[in-house]
């Protein structure tokens, strides 16, 4: 069973999507993303700079935006029989498996990224990854500290990264490195994505998502806080409001996927992470990207 997966930020490359401009239809698509963003955020993607890929309300509609847009050129070769999407590649897999009109993807998450630049910007917070150590003892020494610190993105095993105020970081990576992590890595990122600090970006999201039409998806989507497989639109929305302050369950996502019979994942979008994190959870599964036709 082929299961497709889409990545989230941090996959983002100057050039990225370049060669599917080509593609009569996806230029179509890319020009209506243009238009809808109010800038050519297409120019920034095929020729920007690493600085201006980096800003935030551009990083995550481009990472959707090559995500979806090849997965809309694959055509009738793009059969799932299951998606799954790690934080913004959830709003790529809805569109993908059509749960989502490519309009209304592409605005919630411009919605998404402003929503999070602003919770950011209320409170300094960051990001560690944690290596080397159970998630038990992570969310134990996590649970311990009298900060806002959580797990947020069950990576692959041995690979937890902890969100949350700066403070309630640095000392959740000293007690953790004390615990016998082999890293404690702080991460370079604007702000504690997937903790109780972006209540604020949850609760704006929360509207817009509401708002929007969600149709069952051609197939089950794996989602982020709730590893089960959903058809259901209410269920899907409930979940996708969570996301911003629930944690990334990407192993236990792999894992389900495994169990229900996926044999071969695929990588829609940018770069090659997902793969690599499969692999840790399986080293059996097949994985590989999906190539832009020709």
């Not at 230029?27 to 020729?47: P, Q, T, V, W």
């Not at 004390?178 to 997937?194: D, S």
């Not at 996708?240 to 071969?264: C, P």
Request: net charge negative; with cysteine; aromatic share 6%.
């Amino acid at each position: 069973m082929k299961a497709y997966l889409f990545p989230g930020q941090g996959a983002q490359f100057s050039g990225m999507g370049k060669e599917l401009y080509e593609n009569e239809m996806a230029r179509e698509l890319f020009e209506k993303a243009n238009n809808i963003i109010g800038f050519r955020i297409s120019d920034i993607m095929f020729s920007g700079t690493e600085e201006e890929l980096k800003q935030t309300n551009v990083t995550q509609p481009a990472i959707f935006l090559h995500s979806v847009i090849l997965a809309k050129s694959l055509g009738d070769d793009f059969k799932p029989d299951m998606v799954a999407g790690h934080s913004l590649g959830e709003f790529s897999a809805l569109v993908a498996a059509s749960a989502i009109s490519f309009e209304d993807g592409l605005k919630l998450v411009i919605a998404r990224a402003n929503a999070m630049q602003k919770a950011c910007e209320l409170q300094p917070s960051t990001m560690a990854a944690i290596l080397g150590l159970a998630d038990d003892v992570v969310e134990k020494i996590c649970a311990e500290i009298d900060e806002v610190v959580v797990a947020a993105n069950y990576n692959c095993p041995g690979q937890l990264v902890i969100s949350g105020s700066i403070e309630g970081i640095d000392i959740a990576c000293a007690k953790l490195t004390e615990a016998g992590a082999k890293r404690a890595l702080k991460l370079n990122v604007g702000g504690a994505f997937h903790s109780p600090l972006m209540e604020p970006a949850r609760i704006e999201l929360k509207e817009a998502i509401e708002n929007t039409t969600i149709l069952p998806p051609v197939c089950p989507i794996y989602q982020n806080v709730d590893p089960r497989p959903q058809t259901d639109p209410e269920k899907i929305k409930f979940n996708l409001i969570t996301q911003l302050t629930g944690a990334v369950r990407w192993t236990q996502t792999v894992e389900r996927m495994l169990a229900d019979g996926a044999d071969e994942f695929i990588e829609v979008g940018p770069g090659k992470v997902l793969q690599g994190l499969v692999k840790k959870v399986s080293r059996e599964a097949q994985t590989s990207s999906a190539a832009v036709p020709v």
